[in-house]
């Protein structure tokens, strides 16, 4: 069973649409997060929830909203896609309160035409 | 603020030679350190951690890295690489809530 599954693997789509990726993770954890890496491989952290309350917010568009039904799912919802946006989206949970380990997803790579 | 710096984008490597991957960082209070690794087309993986004790942290496949406190650093080695070790390595750095992750560097072994 993969620990943390996201979907779709792979999302190509024109600029002005929306779109969604879903995230699940089996491992029982509090907290998970949405990261994105940029074509050159820098991994910056979006958002986080814990429990399914926003904990942390990063400078991110308001074209970008995260939803957390329950505290396994943490879903990206992108409005009005831009080109800027292409990039690989890797989800991620969080072991441990204090030790801050994570798991990440197989990632998603969204290319926006 | 808290950073992550890692000073080789990118290394090349012979089968069998040794290897040094530098990171530093900046962060305010007790910090967490991690390296993650990505191999080609895969997720990242945790290859060690260090939160407290023994600053030489060992992690999986004969990596293991060292924290030197005083110059802000968490060098990772292996003495030995192999082809399979052909990968993105992350560092990063954090503490309770959020991690912050260096710019990576990219490891090419060449059989």
């Known amino acids: 069973d993969t620990a943390v599954s996201q979907t779709p693997k792979y999302l190509v789509t024109q600029m002005g649409n929306d779109k969604s990726i879903k995230c699940e993770q089996n491992l029982g954890h509090d907290t998970m997060y949405w990261y994105k890496q940029d074509s050159k491989k820098f991994l910056k952290i979006m958002f986080s929830y814990n429990n399914k309350e926003l904990i942390i917010n990063e400078t991110v568009p308001n074209r970008f909203s995260p939803k957390s039904p329950d505290k396994a799912h943490l879903n990206l919802h992108i409005n009005s896609l831009e080109l800027g946006d292409s990039a690989v989206y890797f989800c991620a949970s969080r072991e441990g309160l204090a030790k801050n380990i994570q798991y990440f997803g197989a990632g998603t790579r969204l290319s926006v035409l | 603020a808290q950073s992550v710096s890692q000073h080789n984008h990118h290394v090349i490597l012979s089968e069998a030679a040794s290897l040094e991957l530098g990171c530093n960082y900046s962060y305010g209070g007790t910090v967490n350190l991690f390296w993650y690794v990505q191999y080609p087309g895969q997720h990242l993986q945790l290859l060690l951690k260090y939160f407290s004790g023994d600053p030489l942290v060992k992690g999986i496949k004969g990596f293991e890295a060292e924290f030197i406190k005083s110059k802000f650093s968490f060098n990772l080695r292996k003495p030995s690489v192999q082809w399979s070790d052909t990968a993105e390595y992350f560092c990063?750095?954090?503490?309770?809530?959020?991690?912050?992750f260096g710019t990576g560097t990219k490891l090419q072994v060449i059989p």
């Open positions: 990063a750095a954090g503490g309770y809530q959020k991690v912050t």
